[in-house]
């Protein structure tokens, strides 16, 4: 068990088992191409599980913070409402409009889509915003447009997901990316042996600038480099 640091106050509005959101208003990596801020700039923050939370006393978390938070920044704290799934079976998705997307979860948790496969999803087969503790293995094989086409999207303050399969013919297979006004970078997200291929000129991997830490375990790129 970890003590939060800095630690809250619980007044009652959080209990075991509860998930949280960590914010600021400080920006988590500031990016400069050409002299101007880009569009990598992210807020900090990060998603975690509450171990033990009794009121009046401190607010405890399973896994320690992974960033520090200033209450001059603005820090504070947000009570997740998670989305829970029971996937049971295969899901196909299949996606043409210009910008379609297969499936997006915002605040997942909990749950795992162990054969989730499709194709011609031309923006995102998988988008992952804001998860926490999520199993997914996946195929898929994507009609990429220029500037679009990924296989799976990690964004914003995701946290212990596992993702397995393959995504091929995309912009990037695998790609971190930051949430604007949300805030929130990806801790701790595990990619393990998967396999992607890009269609274009591109990275088949791309981490981007806001993303806190990752581990790529016995994955593979064919055809194209890989940029992290």
């Known amino acids: 068990m970890n003590y939060c640091n800095p630690k809250w106050n619980n007044n009652g509005n959080l209990s075991k088992g509860d998930i949280i959101k960590v914010v600021s208003d400080r920006e988590f990596c500031t990016t400069l191409i050409d002299g101007v801020d880009s569009e990598f700039d992210v807020k900090q923050g990060e998603i975690h599980l509450i171990e033990e939370a009794q009121e ?4 405890i978390l399973l896994n320690p913070l992974n960033d520090d938070y ?9 009570k997740v409402n998670p989305v829970k799934l029971n996937c049971s079976g295969s899901i196909y998705l299949e996606n043409t409009a210009t910008e379609g997307k297969g499936l997006r979860v915002i605040y997942g948790a909990f749950f795992d889509m162990n ?11 998988l988008e992952l915003r804001h998860c926490y503790s999520m199993s997914v293995n996946m195929k898929s094989s994507n009609n990429a ?4 086409g990924y296989g799976v999207s990690i964004v914003g303050s995701n946290s212990l997901l596992n993702i397995t399969g393959e995504a091929l013919g995309c912009r990037h297979s695998v790609a971190f990316g930051g949430t604007s006004t949300e805030g929130g970078v990806a801790w701790d997200v595990h990619i393990n042996n998967f396999t992607g291929s890009a269609k274009y000129d591109s990275q088949i991997f791309d981490t981007h600038y806001s993303c806190g830490r990752v581990h790529w375990n016995n994955c593979i790129g064919k055809g194209r480099i890989i940029n992290t």
């Open 56 to 59: 009046g006393n401190d607010v």
């Open 145 to 148: 447009l220029s500037g679009l």
């Open 70 to 78: 200033l209450t001059s920044n603005t820090s504070r704290v947000l």
């Open 115 to 125: 054969n989730l496969y499709g194709s011609r999803n031309n923006d995102t087969f």
